[in-house]
């Protein structure tokens, strides 16, 4: 999730970039905002090295918002054999039939000219000619399990206009090969030898390897096979990694504290895919966002707004907030997605800013129920038991019952994630008929970070940890020793529990003072 600086070189505003997430989000998009609002083109360059692509950066104007696109295509020198999987020609061919100015309709659902199921004259295994666009050789690598993760808004499946609206620049001149769906299809440890292969900082890959892992595990839940045997379509072709990678790159050369998002617009409608019709959002989208820290609503368009290589970059880098929090503003701006809406702006907003103190949201949900029977060996040993199942607090609260009758009340907070593990393991120790769920939301928490105090008693050194509660911006607003170790301190010591925590805590203020200058 979003980096966090530790909590004694926290500065006491943090930098954040926050992404609006009411158009949905993909690679292309997120690469297009990143650079919207400052990144380094440069920090790409070790990728386009690796993976003979290039990223062509321009910009476009999205209903009336003026914003920067990216797409990426195959260079010259690119092996071929890596683009045409196939016995004929992919002819995108847009100096004739698809003009990317689009100043006229572009049907690539193709009610005509274009049918994607190729009733006419493209077919798909490509014995003739398609004609969709581009001078040189488009491949959409069609073998026959193409569609399977749509790397965002796919321009094959596009309603009815696809008018990009292009006012200025935008890269689709088609000079090269697009990149998009091309290359081989992959295994999971294929794509990930090749991330590793790019010169890339440590952390970058570590975060591109996080995404794929995502998409992976997703794909894998989805079809009921391991990791390892995961075939990858679209997500392993080279677009797809230069999108993961690039994306990682430019968040490193922005470097923020903290990276949010607001809930995800999914879409609707349904998605082709090599199974068949889905709706919307893909199977692999509502996978990665089961394991996110984000929400997802539905709409605004019948269209897939939320794409799988899209989630899990977001799934690995953002943590989600239901509103945008107080963000003193720097930048901003808008990556283009490729399909253009009649009254939806289809671009994804980046922010970043400074933003201002608060308290971090942890989504949860809450089990109860009620005891009337418990003895008090099963209720003391409860609360280890039921953290050790995935619970994040129990509370047990006595309290009478029907007939007057005395008993305790037993409150968890877990993960939704958690809740059904942690709910049989409540009922198998307690023995309860029922047990009741309250879907809480989420609660807000504070940023936790431990610190060590050193304190001095009679000659002896003693380490004693020391929690420290900050909002999100960095400002302490608590400073706590912890009991255990200041209860075996007073022990060995002889000295009050409350006089060995208040001078271990008392250290640590001192410190925390030191490092702000106050």
Do not use: C
């Amino acid at each position: 999730m979003g980096t966090v600086l530790p909590s004694d070189t926290k500065p006491l505003f943090m930098h954040t970039l926050a992404f609006d997430g009411r158009s949905g989000a993909s690679g292309d998009m997120l690469l297009g905002a990143l650079l919207a609002i400052g990144a380094d083109r440069g920090a790409l360059d070790p990728i386009e090295a690796a993976l003979d692509v290039e990223f062509r950066v321009g910009s476009t104007v999205k209903n009336g918002i003026d914003s920067t696109a990216v797409s990426v295509v195959l260079t010259d020198d690119h092996d071929p054999q890596r683009v045409d999987n196939r016995d004929s020609q992919h002819v995108d061919n847009h100096d004739s039939q698809h003009v990317d100015n689009h100043d006229s309709q572009h049907v690539d659902n193709h009610d005509s000219q274009h049918v994607d199921n190729h009733d006419s004259q493209h077919v798909d295994n490509h014995d003739s000619q398609h004609v969709d666009n581009h001078d040189s050789q488009h491949v959409d690598n069609h073998d026959s399990q193409h569609v399977d993760n749509h790397d965002s808004q796919h321009v094959d499946n596009h309603d009815s206009q696809h008018v990009d609206n292009h006012d200025s620049q935008h890269v689709d001149n088609h000079d090269s090969h697009n990149a998009e769906g091309h290359g081989p299809h992959r295994h999971y440890e294929e794509v990930i030898e090749i991330v590793e292969s790019i010169d890339l900082p440590a952390a970058v890959t570590d975060l591109a390897i996080g995404a794929f892992r995502r998409l992976g595990e997703a794909e894998a839940t989805i079809h009921g096979e391991s990791l390892s045997a995961i075939h990858f379509h679209e997500v392993g072709a080279d677009d797809a990694i230069a999108d993961v990678t690039g994306v990682m790159a430019l968040l490193a050369d922005l470097d923020p504290d903290k990276v949010l998002t607001t809930p995800i617009a999914v879409g609707g409608g349904t998605v082709e895919m090599s199974h068949g019709s889905y709706p919307i959002p893909a199977p692999a989208v509502v996978e990665i966002a089961a394991d996110a820290d984000w929400s997802i609503v539905g709409g605004p368009v019948d269209a897939e707004l939320l794409t799988p290589t899209g989630a899990a970059i977001l799934a690995e880098i953002a943590d989600g907030v239901d509103t945008l929090p107080s963000i003193d503003v720097e930048t901003s701006g808008y990556g283009a997605g490729t399909r253009t809406f009649d009254r939806h702006p289809n671009v994804l907003r980046a922010i970043s800013g400074h933003a201002g103190g608060g308290l971090s949201t942890e989504p949860i949900t809450v089990l109860e129920t009620n005891l009337d029977d418990a003895t008090p060996e099963t209720l003391g040993s409860l609360q280890e038991t039921l953290i050790d199942a995935g619970a994040r607090d129990v509370s047990i609260v006595p309290t009478t019952m029907k007939k007057s009758r005395p008993g305790h009340l037993v409150k968890v907070i877990v993960h939704p994630a958690d809740a059904e593990r942690v709910a049989h393991r409540l009922a198998v120790e307690t023995g309860t008929l029922g047990i009741r769920e309250h879907g809480a939301g989420h609660r807000w928490t504070a940023d936790r970070a431990f610190e060590t105090a050193r304190i001095e008693i009679d000659g002896e050194r003693f380490d004693v940890s020391v929690k420290l509660a900050s909002t999100t911006d960095g400002e302490v607003y608590d400073v706590s020793a912890e009991h255990d170790d200041v209860a075996a301190v007073a022990a060995e010591t002889g000295l009050a529990v409350r006089e060995v925590a208040r001078r271990a805590e008392a250290i640590v203020h001192r410190r925390l003072e030191d490092s702000t200058g106050d």
